[in-house]
C-alpha cells in the first residue's frame, strides 16, 4: 500500500492557491487604523466591502498552523488517554484501557509557508494575529480524564490570525513585529476555500475563523499586500518571544504492516530510554512513543510514518539552533537505528524519507534530497497531477 500524501497535499494546495488570487479592484480607502478581530468582524458583515483599501494593526509573523500532519493526535499529551497500551517489558497489551502517562502537552504544531514566485516578483503568505498574540502554545482547560481530551484547547481571539499576501522582500524587514499594514481586502473564491476546508479538523476551523467561515455567505478573505500603490507597512518593536511545537514527518518506503513494531521500540530504546511504551489512539489510531526523553515526542500511523514533535522559541536563535539540532539528530538516529535493527533479522532494506516539515527551506537538513522524494510520493503525484504544482512549490522552497 502506498503511502497516499492525498489529504496532506490537499490542505496546503489552498495556501498555495492564494498566490494565484487575481488582483481586487481597489475600492475607498479606510485610513484609520482597525483591530484584526473587528476587521474580521466587519468583513463578514458586510460593514466592509472586498476591494476596501484597510489598514490593521496586530502582529505579523510567518507562522501558523496551516497543517495537521498525519502523526498528530491532541489527545496524546493528555494525563489520562483509552487506547492500546503496549508494555515491552511484560509483553502484554492492554486494549481499551484507561491508561495514566505521564507526557509533555502535545501542542499543535506550526508551519511557515514556502514563498512563490512569478513574472511579477516572489511573495510570501504571512499572518497577522491582534496585539495580544504571545505565541503558537495553545493554553488548555484542566485534564477531565475522559477518553478524549481534544477538546481542552483554549482558542481566543489572539490565537486567530488573518493571511497577508506580502513580498518576500519586504516580510524579511517585518515579520515577527508589531505592524501596522495597509492592504486590500481580497476574497477567497470557492474553489481555494473549499481546498483549505476539505480537511479541516475542529481546531483549525476554530482558529481559521477570523477569515475563513464556509457557512457564511462570504466564505473566506485575506490581506493583499501586493501591489505597492495600494499597501503600505510599517514595522514596530520585534516580537520578543514566539514558543511553537514543530515537527518533521516522513515513511519507510515499502512497509506495510506492523512486522517491525518491535524494531521501532528497539531503535528508541537507544534513545537514553531504559524502556519504551506505546499508545495507540481510539479516535485516529496514532501510536504515541513514551520514552525517557525529555525533549521529543514520537508519533507513527499508517505503520510506516512517522512523526518528531518538540517545542521551541522560534524568537532565541539558541534555543532554536539548539532543539533544531537536536531534532534533526534524534531523527537521524532513529533512521539509522531502524535500519540496522530490521537488517538483523531481514533482508529488507528500510529507507526513510521525509515528506512533511514546519519550515520547508530546512527540508535538506534531514535528508539530501529533500521532502516528496520518494516512490510512493512519485506515484500519488502520478495519479493525482492536480496536486503536482503544490507538491514542487514544497520542494523548491528557498532560505
Not at 516572489?122 to 497577522?128: G, T
Request: aromatic fraction near 12%.
Amino acid at each position: 500500500m502506498a503511502i497516499p500524501f492525498i489529504s496532506e497535499l490537499l490542505e496546503l494546495k489552498g495556501f498555495y492557491e492564494l498566490f494565484k488570487l487575481g488582483y481586487t479592484k481597489t475600492r475607498k480607502w479606510l485610513k484609520d487604523p482597525i483591530r484584526v478581530e473587528k476587521l474580521s468582524d466587519d468583513v463578514f458583515s458586510s460593514r466592509i466591502e472586498f476591494g476596501k483599501i484597510v489598514t490593521v494593526e496586530g502582529k505579523l509573523s510567518r507562522y501558523a498552523t496551516t497543517f495537521r500532519p498525519k502523526t498528530y493526535d491532541p489527545s496524546i499529551g493528555a494525563p489520562t488517554i483509552r487506547g492500546n497500551y503496549y508494555d515491552p517489558k511484560s509483553g502484554l497489551t492492554l486494549v481499551g484501557a484507561n491508561v495514566k502517562i505521564q507526557s509533555r502537552t502535545f501542542q499543535y504544531p506550526a508551519q511557515a509557508l514556502p514563498s512563490f514566485e512569478d513574472d511579477a516578483g516572489r511573495y510570501c503568505v504571512a499572518f497577522l494575529y491582534s496585539n495580544d498574540f504571545y505565541g503558537l502554545i495553545l493554553e488548555q482547560t484542566p485534564p477531565t480524564g475522559q477518553p478524549s481530551e481534544m477538546n481542552r484547547f483554549i482558542i481566543e481571539a489572539k490565537n486567530r490570525p488573518i493571511p497577508v499576501l506580502v513580498p518576500e522582500d519586504t516580510l524579511v524587514n517585518i515579520a515577527e513585529k508589531e505592524v501596522t499594514i495597509t492592504g486590500v481586502i481580497t476574497v477567497l473564491p470557492e474553489p481555494l476555500v473549499t481546498a483549505i476546508t476539505k480537511t479541516l479538523c475542529p481546531i483549525r476551523e476554530s482558529i481559521y475563523y477570523h477569515f475563513l467561515r464556509a457557512s457564511s455567505s462570504i466564505p473566506g478573505f485575506c490581506i493583499d499586500c501586493r501591489r505597492v500603490e495600494s499597501s503600505d507597512v510599517n514595522a514596530k518593536r520585534a516580537i520578543k518571544e514566539l514558543r511553537s511545537a514543530i515537527f518533521v514527518e516522513g515513511h519507510f518506503e515499502g512497509i506495510i504492516d506492523d512486522r517491525y513494531s518491535k524494531e521501532y521500540s528497539t531503535s528508541l530504546q537507544g534513545k537514553g530510554s531504559s524502556s519504551v511504551g506505546t499508545l495507540t489512539s481510539q479516535e485516529t489510531g496514532v501510536v504515541a512513543y513514551h520514552t525517557e526523553d525529555k525533549y521529543i515526542s514520537v508519533t507513527h500511523a499508517d505503520f510506516a510514518t512517522f512523526g518528531f514533535y518538540i517545542e521551541v522559541d522560534l524568537l532565541d536563535s539558541r534555543d532554536y539552533s539548539r532543539k533544531l539540532k537536536y531534532l534533526r539528530q534524534y531523527y537521524k538516529d532513529f533512521r539509522r537505528n531502524v535500519r540496522n535493527n530490521i537488517r538483523k533479522t531481514s533482508s529488507f532494506e528500510a529507507r526513510f524519507k521525509p515528506d512533511f516539515l514546519f519550515d520547508y527551506r530546512k527540508q535538506y537538513a534531514f535528508h539530501p534530497d529533500g521532502v516528496l522524494a520518494s516512490a510512493s510520493a512519485e506515484e500519488t503525484l502520478h495519479k493525482n497531477p492536480d496536486l503536482k504544482e503544490t507538491a514542487d512549490w514544497l520542494k523548491n522552497a528557498k532560505n
